[in-house]
Antibody, heavy 126, light 110 residues
Framework: QVQLVESGGGLVKPGGSLRLSCAAS????????MSWIRQAPGKGLEWVSY????????YYADSVKGRFTISRDNARNSLYLQLISLRAEDTAVYYC???????????????????WGKGTTVTVSS | QSVLTQPPSASGTPGQRVTISCSGS????????VNWYQQLPGTAPKLLIY???ERPSGVPDRFSGSKSGTSASLALSGLQSEDEADYYC???????????FGTGTKVTVL
């Protein structure tokens, strides 16, 4: 079945680094854009980044631009998120998700995440 | 700070109809399609409605979405206890070049 499994979370000190991974299975990974979304404790959802199917197009939220790097390895069916210069406010559950996007018959852009992983927890604390 | 505004809470008794609003702007809801996600307690979000009013396979037709101008709404008909969850609207934002989520609405079944 279609599945996404995140890993790599943990406790890290402010200013530290971490690399998150997301293993995909049950679908042709290389056909899909992918995204990272996070949720701070007791807070709402925040989109972090997306990467196109080939890896050639990447977008980041302003809150992580310059500190986080999204990448993918289509041969390994894996998505990654490199986190550096971590701050307390980066503490969150990080989800990876499969993206569906394009233009509909009314020429409106559609973008949504149809498959989500269970998430991996990143805690930034001294 | 979320750019899509939702009421923090909504409630109803079993069988009732509950509606959740989502207010945005011309750069997000006004230009692009709206999606809704359901997050049950302690679980990952799940896609509930996509492209304004489409339901993924397996989502009951008790859930419906609509969009008008720069606002959207999610309706839950025939409310059930298992509908207790947080609900988020979301859309692509052309000005931010990013995906924006609503502030979230907690639905309680009384």
């Amino acid at each position: 079945q279609v599945q996404l499994v995140e890993s790599g979370g943990g406790l890290v000190k402010p200013g530290g680094s971490l690399r998150l991974s997301c293993a995909a299975s049950g679908f042709t990974f290389s056909d899909y854009y992918m995204s990272w979304i996070r949720q701070a404790p007791g807070k709402g959802l925040e989109w972090v980044s997306y990467i196109s199917s080939s890896g050639s197009t990447i977008y980041y939220a302003d809150s992580v631009k310059g500190r986080f790097t999204i990448s993918r390895d289509n041969a390994r069916n894996s998505l990654y998120l490199q986190l550096i210069s971590l701050r307390a406010e980066d503490t969150a559950v990080y989800y990876c998700a499969r993206v569906r996007n394009g233009y509909n018959y009314q020429n409106s852009y559609y973008y949504y995440m149809d498959v989500w992983g269970k998430g991996t927890t990143v805690t930034v604390s001294s | 700070q979320s750019v899509l505004t939702q009421p923090p809470s909504a409630s109803g008794t079993p069988g009732q109809r509950v509606t959740i609003s989502c207010s945005g702007s011309s750069s997000n809801i006004g230009s692009n399609t709206v999606n809704w996600y359901q997050q049950l307690p302690g679980t990952a979000p799940k896609l509930l409605i996509y492209s304004n009013n489409e339901r993924p396979s397996g989502v009951p037709d008790r859930f419906s979405g609509s969009k008008s101008g720069t606002s959207a709404s999610l309706a839950l008909s025939g409310l059930q206890s298992e509908d207790e969850a947080d609900y988020y609207c979301a859309a692509w934002d052309d000005s931010l070049n990013g995906y924006v989520f609503g502030t979230g609405t907690k639905v309680t079944v009384l």
